[in-house]
Every structure is written in C-alpha cells, then in structure tokens.
C-alpha cells in the first residue's frame, strides 16, 4: 500500500465498534431482550455512535495515531425489514460519520460483520429472515439447543465464552452450510425459484454493494471486506458424531452435528456436558438433557438434513446414514470449504464491487485458524489479506500473567508439543506472540502471494484476571500483553486494526454483546481513571527542542494535543502500551520498527530510502512530550527517537503539534 508520493504506508487503527453489530431500536445490547423477535422492525441509525460525537471520537483516534478504521456493518443494519427492502436512513447516518472520520484524517474500511451467523443465532450479521429462507424457526433454537442465545439465555451474567460454541450448533452449522453450498449438499433446499445458496448469496452481495455505492463518494471509504470470520457449517466435516475438542471449543453442552440434527427434528437427548478446566480448556462431566419437550425447529416438522438422507430411523432408532455426507462433492472428489467455495465467493463480491466502485480495495481472511485458498498472485490485484490474531487462552480463560504463555494455535495442530509451546516471563510473551503472528503472516502469503497483510482483528479483553483492574486500577497485566501483541505486529511489518474502541463500553456489561470486554476506550474509565485532567499551566509543557519547528501552518491539533494529561486521553484503556511511535509513510522498506516500551525507545531501520522522499513517523506526545523528546541519527538508513538521552543531530523535523517526526 502505497501513497500519491509512492511511499510505502503502514496503518494502524481500531475495529468501529462492537456495539455495532446491535440495534440501536431496540435497544439490542445482548442481554435485554425486550422487542428482540421484531426483528423486522429495527434500526442501527446512530451506530457506531451518534452523529454529534463523531468529531470528538475521530480526534481522539487522531491524536492516539489509531487513523485506520474497520467500520463494522453487520448486514442485518442494512436489509433487516425483508429481501431487498433496504435501509437507507440507516445508511444515511453513517454518511454524516464518514464526513467527520475524513476531517481527522482516518480512512475506513467497511466490514460486513458477523459472529455464527446472526443475532438469533447467538451472535450477529445476518438478518433474522434469513432462517424463514432456510425454513427454521428462531423460536425453537433455545428448546432444541440449536443455538445459545444470550438474550434468551436463563442467566445473562453467565455468558462468556459460550457463544463461539454456535459454530457447531444447528443453526450456524445449517445457515453457513446453506449459505455457501445448499447445491452441493441440499439441492432440495430452495427459495424463490432459486436455491438458498444463490438467493442468499445474491442478497449479501448486493446489500453491500447498495451501501458502497451510497458512501463510495465519502472520501474517507478506501475498502470494504468479503465477510468477517467465515465459517464452512458443516462442509469438510468428516465425523458428525464429534467435533474435535483441539479446534472446537467444546463448553456447557455439547451436542454433535448428528445430535443437533435430532435435537432441532424434535428428540430428546442426553448430552455430554463441559466445565472449564485445566491444562486443557474444558473437560467433560456427564450429560445432561436437553429438549424433554420435544420441540421442533423446522417449520415443515422435518429436519433438512434428514430429507437430504443423511440420517433416518432404523427399529425406531436415529442412525447415521450418510457419515461423510458432507466431505464430498455428487462426482466424489473430496470437498476443501476454502478452495472450492470460499474462494468463488470471495472472487463473486470482488467483482461486485469494483463494478461499483473500481478504485476501492477488498479485505478477505480465512475461516479462522484455517489457512486461506490459494490464490493466483495475478488475481483480484486489488485484493488484501486480512486474518485476525489473538491469544486465544486468554480469550476463553480471561486471564493473563507473563510467568508462562502457551502458543495455543501450535497446540491445536500437536496437542503434545507442549514443551515447544511453552513460554516464560515479559521476553517470552514478546517471542511468542511475535512468532505465532509471523506464522499467520508466512502462512498467508505463500497460499495467496505478496499482497498487503491487514490484521483485521487483535486485541485483549479489558477484564482479565477478575476484573481486579476495575477496581484497584492497576492496567500493568493489560500493558505487558498488548505491549507483546503490538510488538509482534510490529516485527511482522503488517498493519493492523485493534477490537475494538467502543464509546457504549461500560464496566457492568463492557461491549455489550455476550459478556466481551475489549474497547480501548470507556466512559465509566474516564469518569474514575487518573487522566484527561485539566492541563497544567501552559509554561510547563510548551517548550521545544532546538532542532525542532514545533509548529505549523493548519496543524489538525492544538499545542498540547496528545500530551497525557490532554482531555484527549480521557476514557483511554491501557495507553501505556497503545500510544506507541510508528513509521506510518516510508521513503524506503522498513527492515525493523520496533517501540521498546520498556526503555522508552523506538528504532527505525529502512532498507533502500529514496533521496528526498520525507518519512513520517507518529511520535506521541503521551511519551515523547516536547520537552524531553529527542531524536539521534545513525547514518542514512537508521533513525531513533530517543527519551530522556540529550543528543540530536540530522536533517530531520520534529512537530509536537502534529506528533510527527519529518526525516
């Protein structure tokens, strides 16, 4: 990714925001359910937050150097009321929000969001109506167990974690199945006149191409995604009677694919039942039983999969006709969910796209932990890579501690290299994180070649180790991981977009959708942290050093934007490790840009710089003010913005009012 002047760009920013992937009427945090089955009567007008803010926020960002934003549009917002009825009040409140993101110098990326499916699936994207395509009835999910919705859920506090469990409920399992590939497994499965595949395909694609050609005039529009964290349903499984516990995480209950298909056709069952544990995440504890009443989740009263033949009764007994129904394609070549209908997918809404608009850029990732298709290094050139990383154990335990990490990605591939997975203390933190996103990175560009890398996801929940941040304000624990996690970012060279800043987070229920805490920023944290206090006086922080010309001519900030004590920062979460230097416009490649937090030291290394193209390096104030912040220059390839050392020298301009380093 390049600018007008071909310098080479690294970007940085946040996900816009996790409360968007909820109705602002109702009000859809995910734990109130009042008005939540009207699902065709709602309104995501006034997300990501009301128009009147818009500035506040957007230089907020400015000044933390967070100017990337992956703006989450769950397709509900868009086509909720029905098939092609679309909402364009929605659309039009996020024109207002897109003016102001540009003003501040951000650039968005669109991101057509969802988690397992849809909110009536325990998680969010998809429009409720889609389950009426598919002939399912939301109503009957909580009986039969075909999805844990948090709003129907018997105790809403209890919550975290389940809802990644829906990947292999009946629900998800059944809609990312159709979705994708209801000709290869369900051709009796029709819409329309058409099948679901293409009536639902259809739909997606052109929903997203409506709002990017209502907002392709925003300046501030550079890109829009395939579809965040993909999901094949049930396409590749080879064994319906089990998910494998090392890639599925197996909690509360636990029913099969093959379980779920007689739990949602109306049988009770026993079903196997999972608690938190360790070493291993989960370990089971017995059964419990599930749909005494013997509900049914399919309109016709049959199950889908069981007109398609994959089960039946035998001595009024179910039995398992069809075991690896879904492993191959009607001629008996063996099904890959990514080549083979993942990759047609993402090449359909590429091309929708740039018909509309041909200059933007499209992000598309993996299914999660999974590689990505391969890809010809010529095709869809304007195509991005874009994976998410996170620590995965401390996602699911919400705990962090730098004694020992585990690389749980290299766990799930070889349950036995625990030895080899194994790290200890702040170093090890910073090697391992570093080498499992250096992993993602390689991994990628050998199956779809040199193309830029976004990392569209990473982050850290705010409420680790019980909460006891909240109340004894002590964020060190959160600082060392993320410090790590930004550090392995950095030794990558790869942008990236942080989950998430959220202006609705609060302590009580933090992002408001099931239980998840990771906005950078909270109201409740400004209202008790120790910063966005008054300024001191002016005199204590208005000074420059020599080589520097500290102002100048429409500079976006004031003088003393960014310093820690600016109101700027109030809200902010862990700044500490976030507000860090980066080289965000190269005159040549970096070879290394890392922030030592530790020592206060960021280093620059350019491989090849090209005479008389300037760098611009993003210099916080937070911890480079301009009284002490000074920068040494070792020979042509080499800068370093060094604090509190007093040495300076080089062609080179420090603007604290622009928190901008020029080299």
């Not at 006709?321 to 063996?334: E, I, N, Q, S």
């Not at 170093?427 to 994180?433: E, F, P």
Request: glycine share 10%; net charge negative; proline share 7%.
């Amino acid at each position: 990714l390049v600018d007008g002047e071909g310098r080479d760009l690294l970007l940085r920013g946040v996900n816009l925001c996790g409360a968007s992937k909820l109705p602002t009427n109702p009000v859809g945090s995910s734990h109130l359910s009042d008005g939540f089955w009207d699902h065709h009567e709602v309104s995501f007008a006034g997300r990501p937050f009301p128009q009147h803010e818009a500035d506040t926020h957007f230089r907020r960002l400015q000044t933390w150097g967070l100017t990337l934003v992956r703006l989450v549009v769950p397709w509900e917002a868009i086509e909720h009321a029905g098939p092609g009825i679309y909402d364009d009040a929605f659309i039009d409140s996020l024109i207002p929000i897109l003016e102001a993101a540009d003003r501040h110098g951000c650039r968005v990326v669109l991101d057509p969001h969802q988690d397992v499916w849809s909110r009536y699936s325990g998680g969010s994207g998809a429009p409720g109506w889609t389950f009426d395509v598919a002939g399912m009835d939301i109503r009957a999910f909580k009986a039969t167990h075909a999805a844990h919705v948090h709003q129907t859920a018997d105790d809403v506090r209890d919550t975290h974690m389940i809802w990644p469990t829906n990947y292999q409920k009946l629900a998800s399992g059944t809609m990312f199945t159709l979705f994708f590939g209801s000709e290869t497994f369900a051709p009796q499965a029709r819409y329309g006149g058409q099948s679901v595949q293409q009536f639902l395909q259809t739909c997606f694609i052109k929903s997203f191409a409506h709002l990017l050609r209502r907002v392709k005039h925003c300046r501030a529009v550079v890109g829009i995604e395939v579809m965040n964290e993909p999901h094949p349903g049930y396409i590749g499984l080879a064994d319906l009677t089990r998910f494998d516990p090392y890639t599925c995480l197996h909690y509360q209950s636990v029913p099969s694919a093959f379980e779920s298909m007689q739990l949602g056709h109306g049988r009770a069952l026993d079903i196997d039942f999972y608690v938190r544990s360790w070493p291993f995440p989960t370990r089971r504890v017995g059964k419990r039983v599930v749909n005494p009443e013997g509900r049914c989740c399919w309109r016709s009263g049959t199950c889908l999969w069981r007109q398609h033949g994959v089960w039946g009764d035998r001595d009024g007994r179910a039995v398992l006709l069809k075991p690896d129904y879904f492993t191959r394609h009607a001629d008996g070549r063996v099904v890959d969910f990514s080549q083979d209908f993942w990759l047609p997918f993402i090449q359909q809404f590429y091309d929708a796209m740039l018909a509309v608009d041909p200059a933007v850029l499209v992000m598309f990732e993996p299914v999660p932990q999974v590689p990505p298709p391969s890809i010809r290094p010529d095709a869809m050139p304007q195509l991005v890579y874009a994976p998410h990383w996170y620590d995965l154990n401390a996602l699911f335990s919400k705990s962090f501690t730098t004694a020992v990490t585990h690389d749980v990605q290299r766990l799930a591939r070889n349950p036995w290299a625990l030895p080899f997975a194994t790290y200890f203390g702040r170093r090890g933190v910073k090697r391992n994180y570093a080498g499992q996103i250096q992993a993602l990175v390689d991994e990628g560009r050998a199956r779809v070649g040199d193309r830029p890398v976004l990392v569209g996801e990473c982050g850290l929940p705010m409420d680790i180790n019980q909460r006891t941040a909240f109340g004894n304000g002590d964020y060190s624990r959160h600082e060392h991981a993320l410090d790590a996690l930004l550090w392995g970012l950095e030794s990558s060279g790869v942008h990236y977009t942080l989950w998430n800043y959220n202006p609705g987070n609060d302590d009580e229920w933090g992002d408001h959708w099931n239980g998840e805490n990771f906005s950078i920023y909270s109201d409740d944290y400004r209202r008790h942290g120790d910063i966005g206090l008054p300024l001191p006086a002016k005199d204590a922080v208005d000074s420059t050093s020599s080589n520097t010309d500290d102002r100048g001519s429409g500079d976006p900030l004031d003088e003393h934007e960014g310093h820690r004590w600016h109101s700027s920062h109030g809200g902010g979460r862990v700044l500490n490790a976030i507000l860090r230097p980066a080289a965000v416009k190269l005159s040549g490649r970096p070879r290394r840009a890392r922030f030592h937090l530790e020592h206060l030291r960021y280093e620059l290394q350019l491989v090849d710089p090209r005479p008389g193209v300037v760098t611009e390096i993003y210099v916080p104030n937070w911890h480079f003010p301009p009284d002490r912040a000074v920068v040494t220059l070792y020979g042509p390839p080499v800068a370093r913005a060094l604090c509190p050392v007093c040495a300076a020298g080089g062609t080179f301009r420090l603007v604290p009012g622009r928190q901008t380093l020029y080299w």
